[in-house]
């Protein structure tokens, strides 16, 4: 979730006004990072802290004589009796107190009991000691002093009712009171890659009166909303960071192209476009693909994806009665897997593209290709958007002499790009075999249909790898059988009125290990938001902004951005504007052009700050007033990383050390481990490609060194 994807990596991009209102928005999500949900695995009882329990100051008078005999040891022998009998542990699952629980409460308990001095205990329950001590009363009697204290102990046992009913996310349909008064018609457009699924539903888009486009990157909202435009289809842009306007702010367009996670379920319009709706199984983002499947308030919505998620798409609605119209087209254009790989970068060709999986390897092979007279566009997602469409731009040119491009799977989605061929680097993403479903999507950007290549193909860089490539795409993908679900904040806060004693960390973490979903769901990775929520568990904000920060698409494993988000949310605790000098201030405004590959990333995480900055502003507004002029620093920046990747060979240089770079890049794209010496590759096999031969010579080469 986060996901990030998912509770909650799960909510990356809050709604425009949820800041502002009390919208049932939910919120987030995530960036591309794959992490686990690693707070759903735990249970409630991993999850609450005991409470100390202190003892009564006054006793009642005379006391000592009706306990006269009771000593410590009476006292244990009595507990321990009472925590052996079947009777207690069943009364004590029916009111929620589980094994584990049980023994943390009954160890306070006992300790509660025997104080060093027994006066100090409750006079009530000394007389019961006694009693039980003189074989006057059985020790199941204890059994409501234990359950007084155990939630005392455990304060959320006293809510526990309350807290499954708020946390139910069984019925998410009914969140959106807006979409369910509509009788929607609902199409969804299947087939593979490059089958004009999208091309199709964006024809209604633009035919409509009012509509929205909901697109899974940002830089396929911004070519809707170009390409609506030049039609002349007036038509406005909401991504997390920015509102655009076809005419200006007075004057909305009727036509919205937005990210998924911006899109306002309050918004009435006659058609609304999901793009790439397989997302729903998204582990980090698939809560957005949800909350716009149930929540779009259109009449008509069109839905665009692999078949995979038809049978999916009709459960969900099943409870809503509505019906899908399922239209089916074939690939435009063939697609297929070469005989051969690469094997050296003698062989690449105009209109290749090599598909990496992390910075480091497009940093490797841009090197390499540089090194044979290539000089690629490169693109991956820690780029600013203004470099990622000039260096596409330049790409698709065919009057600029760059043609060939190095990118990571940031262009997975949807994109039309001039490339003929897609070359995978590797058929792995961080240590996991390429799932059928994502390999189809990055293959299939080759031979897009009225690009300059129309014939597409697919290969390997490394002829050891093609094999795999063909056995992943050549498997079926699986049907869809569950998708993302992530709270809403009014969830969220009401779950906070019953423990109002919990951190914001803590609140998240049980509503995860509490909350239920119903089969065809599962709750998105919360890792992204709990990670920014706990670098400001100390700073006091109120829980709306809490939340809100906690939703940003902020990475941090990137240290400056993570000390920048901080920096900012103590200020915004103290009342004062996070003005355009107080930044300037704080990121040592103006930074240097890059020289290396270092100061590039740095370059790259000084725009994720501004970037927070104009994310955030765009929900407290007055909070951070500056967002014209940030904006254009981030411009400037923009331009300057842009300049940066162009001459990206003088940055790599002959020494660079692309580990180094790589360090501060995201994680989300570890190196790769199956990468071992080319020694120990070599003393397994015999063949040897350039490729081989040129990872043999830089290591001997550094070995020199
Ligand atoms: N009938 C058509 N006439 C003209 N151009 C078309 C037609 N159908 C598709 N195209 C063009 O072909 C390209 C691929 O179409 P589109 O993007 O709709 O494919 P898709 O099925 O959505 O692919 P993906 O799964 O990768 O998103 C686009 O440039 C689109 O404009
Ligand atoms: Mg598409």
Redesign the pocket.
């Known amino acids: 979730m986060l996901p990030s994807r998912g509770i909650l990596r799960f909510f990356r991009r809050i709604h425009v006004s949820a800041a502002t209102s009390s919208s049932t928005t939910p919120s987030r999500f995530p960036n591309s990072r794959r992490k686990k949900n690693a707070v759903r695995n735990k249970n409630i009882e991993d999850l609450v802290e005991p409470k100390k329990v202190k003892h009564l100051a006054a006793q009642a008078i005379g006391m000592e004589d009706w306990i006269v005999g009771l000593d410590k040891t009476t006292i244990e022998m009595a507990l321990d009796e009472f925590m052996r009998r079947p009777m207690v542990r069943q009364l004590a699952q029916e009111n929620g107190i589980n094994d584990k629980l049980f023994m943390r409460a009954f160890r306070s308990f006992k300790e509660y009991c025997t104080p060093e001095d027994l006066s100090s205990v409750d006079s009530g329950l000394l007389i019961l000691f006694s009693d039980i001590s003189k074989g006057e009363k059985d020790v199941e009697i204890l059994y409501s002093f234990f359950l007084d204290h155990a939630k005392q102990v455990f304060p959320h046992l006293e809510a526990m009712d309350d807290l499954r009913i708020i946390s139910d996310l069984t019925k998410p349909h009914n969140w959106y009171p807006e979409a369910r008064s509509l009788t929607r018609k609902i199409y969804f457009?299947a087939?593979?890659?490059?089958?004009?699924?999208?091309?199709?539903?964006?024809k209604r888009f633009n035919e409509a009166k009012s509509a929205v486009f909901c697109g899974p990157l940002k830089l396929l909202a911004t070519e809707v909303f170009h390409k609506s435009n030049e039609l002349g289809v007036a038509c406005d842009l909401v991504t997390g960071e920015e509102r655009r306007f076809a005419k200006d702010n007075h004057h909305p367009a009727q036509h919205l192209s937005s990210t998924v996670e911006m899109l306002s379920t309050q918004m009435r319009v006659e058609v609304a476009v999901i793009?790439?709706i397989q997302m729903l199984r998204d582990e980090q983002r698939g809560w957005a693909w949800t909350r716009a499947l149930l929540g779009a308030a259109a009449d008509e919505v069109h839905l665009?994806?692999?078949p995979a998620a038809i049978d999916i798409v009709k459960k969900l609605l099943e409870p809503i009665g509505e019906t899908v119209e399922v239209r089916y087209?074939d690939?435009?254009?063939p697609l297929t897997i070469a005989d051969k790989a690469i094997e050296s970068y003698d062989n690449i060709e105009p209109g290749d593209c090599i598909v990496c999986f992390s910075k480091k390897h497009i940093f490797y092979n841009s090197k390499k290709l540089e090194e044979h007279g290539i000089k690629p566009a490169v693109i991956y997602g820690d780029l600013p958007p203004g470099t990622k469409l000039a260096q596409a731009a330049k790409f698709n040119d065919p009057n600029d002499p760059c043609n060939v491009l190095v990118a990571t799977d940031a262009i997975g989605?949807?994109?039309?790009l001039n490339i003929r061929r897609v070359i995978f680097n590797s058929c792995t993403r961080q240590n996991e075999l390429l799932p059928t479903y994502s390999a189809l999507?990055i293959a299939?950007?080759a031979g897009?249909?009225?690009?300059a290549y129309a014939n597409g193909v697919t290969t390997t860089l490394r002829s050891q790898e093609l094999a795999t490539l063909k056995t992943i795409l050549a498997q079926k993908i699986e049907p869809i059988t569950n998708v993302g679900i992530a709270p809403t904040y009014d969830q969220i806060e009401t779950f906070s009125f019953h423990l109002p004693q919990a951190s914001f960390v803590r609140l998240l973490d049980l509503f995860v290990s509490v909350c239920s979903v119903s089969n065809h769901f599962f709750i998105c990775t919360v890792d992204d938001m709990r990670e920014l929520a706990v670098l400001i568990d100390q700073i006091p904000l109120p829980l709306k902004v809490r939340y809100t920060f906690c939703t940003s698409p902020l990475n941090t494993d990137d240290k400056m951005p993570a000390a920048a988000f901080v920096k900012m949310a103590r200020r915004f605790s103290t009342g004062q504007a996070l003005t355009y000098e107080w930044m300037m201030d704080m990121i040592e405004w103006p930074p240097a052009p890059a020289t290396n590959l270092r100061e590039l990333v740095f370059l790259e995480q000084t725009y994720e700050i501004l970037d927070q900055y104009m994310w955030l502003s765009m929900r407290f507004p007055d909070m951070l007033p500056d967002e014209p002029a940030i904006r254009e620093a981030s411009r400037q920046l923009d331009q300057m990383i842009q300049e940066g990747v162009d001459s990206f060979m003088s940055l790599i240089g002959p020494g660079e050390n692309l580990k180094r770079a790589e360090k501060s890049s995201r994680p989300s794209e570890p190196p790769r481990t199956e990468k071992k010496s080319i020694l120990e590759k070599l003393l397994k096999r015999a063949d040897l490609s350039d490729l081989d031969l040129e990872q043999l010579r830089e290591e001997l080469n550094k070995a020199k060194k």
Do not use: I, V
Request: glycine letters at 18%.
């Open positions: 457009h087939g593979p890659t490059n089958s004009g699924k999208t091309y199709h539903a964006l793009d790439e665009c994806g692999e087209y690939r435009k254009t989605m949807g994109l039309n999507q299939g950007r897009r249909f009225g690009t």
